[in-house]
């Protein structure tokens, strides 16, 4: 009987890199950790190794997704940036900030990567791992989260590899992630001089607050079709049925906790939110791989990143 095909489990030092990248170059894919989740990367600029990423996933081809570059110069190649953009690449990047930009014409991508549209979704990493990575390579890397399309996000290897199985050839074990929540996203519209607007595309580890004191207040809201990753209505799903801002838990529910309503699993004992989303994945990985049928969630305050948390939640608990 032959072998059945396992992922290539990768340490991140010099030799784990080399072999990274070895793959990534001929067009394979690769699962790679960043500070928010781990991405499943190949290069952008390859419509074979793009069309890859679409077939492991299960992801539904009008879904773009983020191009990683290694930094603004790379980043400039590929969509025209307004002061308003390098003011926000050079206050956030490298970090979990994603801009949706006009792409330029002669930009070398391949066209699944922007699902059509004539933007494209661009950001520059801090983790050390992936950082290193694209400095091993000369092509920018498409990146979306490791995982079945409408699964839970992973933020461990042993996530991506639950998830995904052989249909990740390979996985850079870089640990657990720092952030646990996918990047925030906004979309740049026009320029500001002539009246142009922002918004707020997927809330994340960059808060609506902290932009707001870059931009000003959000002005537009473009948000009848998809732009970016994470705005379906169900998405991040542990595959079972959730409730949200439980006080009490039933016998046949995980219950997933934070400040001082405790649980299976405890987002934060303290009431910290950024801990709170650095857990939520791996809680609901917990809550998911349960015996109980039925999920729970304590309530989580709305402010800062706590909407981030929420946004999640919410679409987690959509049922379809």
Same mark, same amino acid.
Request: with cysteine.
């Given at each position: 009987m032959a072998r059945k095909n396992v992922t290539e489990q990768l340490a991140p030092t010099d030799e784990g890199l080399a072999r990274a990248a070895q793959i =990534?170059?001929?067009?394979?894919? %690769?699962?790679v950790p960043t500070e928010t989740v781990y991405g499943l990367a190949a290069r952008a600029d390859s419509a074979e190794a793009v069309a890859g990423i679409y077939a492991a996933k299960g992801r539904p081809s009008f879904n773009p997704l983020i191009v990683h570059v290694k930094d603004l110069d790379q980043a400039e190649r !590929?969509? !025209?940036?307004?002061?308003r953009a390098r003011d926000l690449a *050079? *206050?956030?990047w490298p970090g979990p900030l994603t =801009? %949706? !930009?006009p792409? *330029?014409?002669?930009?070398?991508?391949a066209k699944a990567v922007s699902a059509g549209l004539p933007t494209i979704a661009l950001r520059? +990493?801090?983790h050390p791992v992936m950082q290193a990575l694209l400095d091993r390579i000369d092509f920018p890397l498409a990146a979306p989260s490791a995982n079945r399309s409408e699964e839970v996000s992973p933020t461990r290897a042993e996530h991506v590899i639950a998830s995904l199985g052989e249909r990740c050839p390979a996985v850079i074990a870089g640990g657990p992630t720092k952030a646990g929540l996918e990047s925030t996203i906004i979309a740049l519209r026009g320029e500001r001089r002539l009246g142009g607007g922002w918004n707020l595309l997927r809330p994340g580890p960059i808060t609506r607050e902290a932009l707001e004191q870059v931009l000003g207040p959000e002005t537009s809201h473009e948000k009848d079709k998809v732009e970016a990753p994470g705005q379906t209505p169900r998405h991040y799903s542990p595959g079972k049925p959730l409730r949200l801002n439980a006080q009490e838990v039933a016998r046949d529910e995980f219950f997933i906790g934070f400040g001082e309503?405790?649980?299976?699993?405890?987002?934060? +004992?303290?009431?910290? !939110?950024?801990a709170a989303a650095a857990n939520l994945y791996d809680c609901l990985h917990q809550a998911a791989a349960s015996h109980r049928p039925r999920i729970a969630v304590a309530p989580i305050p709305e402010s800062g990143i706590g909407q981030a948390i929420n946004d999640r939640l919410k679409r987690a608990a959509t049922r379809s």
């Open positions: =990534l170059e001929a067009g394979g894919l %690769v699962a !590929l969509a !025209l940036f307004d002061e *050079r *206050r956030f =801009l %949706v !930009l792409m *330029r014409e002669d930009a070398k991508l520059n +990493p801090a309503i405790a649980g299976d699993c405890t987002l934060s +004992p303290q009431g910290d !939110l950024s």
